[in-house]
């Protein structure tokens, strides 16, 4: 792609000084009053006399202005009539690529440069001259190669954590690899090391060749180069601060709702512990790569369930025969509950709002005489013994505990835990644990809010400052989607405090400037609240959408998630774009020119 927009404009720029030096130096007649020739070549008509006083203004008389005199007369005319030929010549070569991605979303990753600054020199409306001509945008940041990141996650040669969420459609981005890449200590080995890892996958010897000989790759690519000691910046963190054609508008409005009742399927409940222990690689090779291997109805049948520890008779018995006592007392629970993982990042996939059944926690202890004074707690131990949390009697008494056997009234697949998995609201997803065969009730004092041990809620750099909670999240919507100017497009997404009420939503078109805040108002802390916003664009032009949330103890987002959309009067027809039939990794164009050259 580089390489034939540089031969073009080559050309272009050779073609344009031939022509300069050819026939656009300023020319004089023999009359005084004659001028120079117009723009498009004709003369300009000589019944017109100058006056004195407009002579003056074509000799650049001090205090004169240029009112009722033709601009074709000023010298050098036509010298500016080439300039901005060879401009709008640029324009077409360089204008921004537009995708048509697998799913049918179009998306223009590079602003349209609609509105200009006026004073910017050789800039004219639309000629995206300094977006794609001079910063290049086209072919910088992660997805001017990966046109889709959760599908490069998915075709990656070795397993990476399920980050992604289909049923969300969730868009990972840098921003989530950053999140999990930057302070992570119990998950990632090695902290911050994220630059370490990307450089030698891109320039090790086994890649540097494709990366800089067929994709033309280089530093710019990934950064971008700062004058205000900044250094080399991430160009995809600070893009929308560079590209021009942005339109801000201040104190957004639009319509607002939310929804706490929409809950997903067994399928788009996310599951990263997978690579936590032995059970876990073997459920991922069972359900996540897509097997959908069927589980045996004897695992189901023979699954014993024991609670012992701090209780007054220690038991056992089998899972079915446990339903079907449950079921006879009444006490099996049907409900809309929430799933989050602690680590999940501003913009990821990691919450689940889905319907649940199963048997309450404290039903299960009082079978076992009820919890002897002093206890703190209970501990799920899993079958494979590679447990290491425990939940708060509190869950307990409050029945915010579980051991659940289905999701979306379809009992448990491989990679959600068949036969049951604990679950416990408003804490941590990681105490939720699969093929649970123990509750072991504990008088241990234990630390139920440490990151370890306990039941953690959000996650927190090094500063000890909560880096996703509350977490707001933009869903569906790729860099640049392509909407229809002057018709409302509705924005999708959740907003999640953890164990806390989510008090309010704000959005901002302007780039955080200003934000337009909606009341949440009373609401379930053990489900997820699912919004909209309905925007309807009236300039046509890209836009930036930002949200952010704060909770009722007032806890406002460390992060937000921003969004680049371009509202289009007309919508190209898919044929004239760039038609991606694979986004996870996509061949440069001058790879596709240069075989079609060699055909």
């Not at 401009?87 to 921004?96: F, G, K, L, M, S």
């Not at 910017?120 to 889709?148: F, K, M, P, V």
């Not at 036969?419 to 990681?430: F, L, R, Y």
């Not at 707001?472 to 405090?497: C, K, M, R, S």
């Amino acid at each position: 792609m580089r390489l034939n927009k540089k031969a073009i404009i080559v050309a272009t720029c050779a073609a344009c000084t031939l022509g300069l030096a050819a026939g656009c130096a300023p020319q004089q007649s023999e009359n005084a009053g004659a001028a120079a020739p117009s723009g498009d070549g004709g003369a300009v008509p000589q019944e017109q006399k100058l006056t004195p006083e407009q002579q003056a203004v074509i000799d650049g008389a001090e205090g004169t202005t240029n009112e009722d005199i033709d601009e074709n007369y000023y010298p050098g005319k036509e010298y500016l009539d080439n300039l901005w030929d060879r401009w709008d010549q640029v324009a077409t070569e360089y204008a921004p690529e537009v995708r048509t991605l697998p799913n049918g979303q179009m998306v223009q990753r590079t602003p349209t440069e609609y509105e200009v600054n006026p004073d910017a020199w050789q800039i004219q409306a639309g000629s995206n001259s300094y977006n794609t001509y001079w910063l290049d945008a086209d072919n910088r940041g992660c997805e001017s190669c990966h046109a889709d990141m959760n599908s490069l996650l998915k075709h990656l040669p070795y397993e990476h954590p399920v980050a992604w969420n289909d049923e969300l459609d969730n868009k990972t981005t840098l921003q989530q690899c950053l999140f999990c890449h930057s302070y992570a200590p119990g998950y990632i080995a090695k902290q911050y090391e994220f630059g370490t890892l990307m450089h030698a996958v891109h320039y090790g010897s086994r890649t540097k060749s494709d990366f800089v000989n067929q994709y033309q790759g280089d530093c710019m690519s990934c950064h971008n180069a700062t004058e205000n000691g900044a250094g080399l910046e991430l160009w995809d963190l600070t893009k929308y601060d560079r590209l021009w054609g942005i339109n801000d508008v201040e104190n957004v409005q639009g319509d607002f709702k939310i929804d706490q009742e929409r809950t997903q399927g067994q399928s788009g409940v996310f599951s990263y512990d997978w690579m936590h222990a032995y059970y876990d690689n073997m459920r991922h090779g069972a359900g996540v790569n897509g097997l959908d291997l069927e589980m045996p109805q004897s695992l189901f049948d023979e699954w014993t369930i024991t609670v012992d520890g701090n209780v007054n008779a220690e038991y056992t018995a089998t899972l079915p025969e446990l339903i079907k006592e449950a079921e006879a007392d009444g006490a099996v629970i049907t409900k809309t509950s929430k799933m989050v993982c602690n680590w999940n990042p501003v913009g990821g996939g990691g919450v689940t709002n889905t319907e649940i059944t199963g048997i309450p926690v404290s039903w299960l202890v009082e079978k076992a005489g009820g919890y002897k004074d002093g206890t703190t707690g209970v501990k799920a131990l899993r079958a494979d013994g590679s447990s290491k949390r425990a939940f708060p009697v509190d869950k307990v008494d409050s029945d915010e505990a579980l051991l659940v056997y289905k999701i979306g009234g379809e009992y448990l697949d491989a990679t959600r835990g068949y036969p049951c998995t604990n679950w416990v609201e408003g804490v941590d997803a990681q105490i939720n644990s699969k093929q649970i065969d123990t509750y072991h009730v504990t008088d241990e004092d234990i630390d139920y809010t440490d990151k370890w041990a306990g039941n953690p809620n959000g996650w927190q750099n090094e500063d000890d400052v909560p880096m996703n909670k509350p977490n707001a999240t933009i869903l569906g919507v790729p860099d640049g989607l392509l909407v229809q100017n002057g018709q409302p497009y509705e924005f999708t997404g959740y907003v999640d405090g953890y164990d806390e009420k989510i008090a309010s939503v704000e959005f901002s078109l302007d780039r955080g400037e200003t934000w337009t805040k909606y009341d949440i108002g009373d609401m379930d802390r053990n489900k997820m609240v699912w919004w909209s916003f309905t925007y309807k664009p009236e300039l046509e032009g890209a836009y930036c959408l930002t949200v952010r949330a704060t909770t009722e103890s007032g806890m406002t987002s460390f992060e937000t998630q921003t969004v680049m959309f371009n509202a289009k009067d007309k919508m190209p027809n898919p044929e004239d774009t760039t038609v991606l039939e694979s986004a996870s990794l996509i061949p440069p164009k001058v790879a596709a020119a240069s075989d079609e050259k060699s055909e």
